[in-house]
């Protein structure tokens, strides 16, 4: 089991930026991806970034060459890195994990959420124009 719980989130002015960060406890002896999902008010929860247990990422079209995740695992951390942010940007952000073995499929780096079973509680991320 994982614990996950999100900090970092604010209110920032379009294109500015900002940093989440995740930090997880619990059973991490086995290999486990890592994403960013976001939802804003009246929609769907959406991915926004992954990363897996080799260090490889994928990312949502909307936001590749703005956001960046990395993950320090000496510290338990996960990071998002987000630049040039847009009012569209505006979400609350969880962070979610799941081991690689529990995938329904090969793809070790899914951007959907039915595929992850842990959550954090999700930090409030606010872009005015």
């Known amino acids: 089991q994982l614990n996950l719980e999100e900090s970092g989130g604010g209110s920032v002015q379009a294109g500015g930026s900002l940093r989440l960060s995740c930090e997880y406890w619990?059973?991490?002896?086995?290999?486990?991806?890592m994403a960013w999902f976001r939802q804003a008010p009246g929609k769907e929860r959406e991915g926004v970034a992954v990363i897996d247990s080799r260090g490889s990422t994928d990312y949502a079209d909307s936001v590749k060459g703005r956001f960046k995740i990395s993950r320090d695992n000496a510290k338990n951390t996960l990071y998002l890195e987000m630049d040039s942010l847009k009012f569209e940007d505006t979400a609350m952000y969880l962070c979610a994990a799941e081991y690689e073995a529990a995938f329904r499929t090969d793809n070790t780096r899914p951007l959907v959420p039915h595929e992850y079973n842990y959550w954090g509680q999700g930090t409030q991320v606010t872009v005015s124009s």
């Open positions: 619990g059973y991490t002896a086995s290999r486990y991806s």
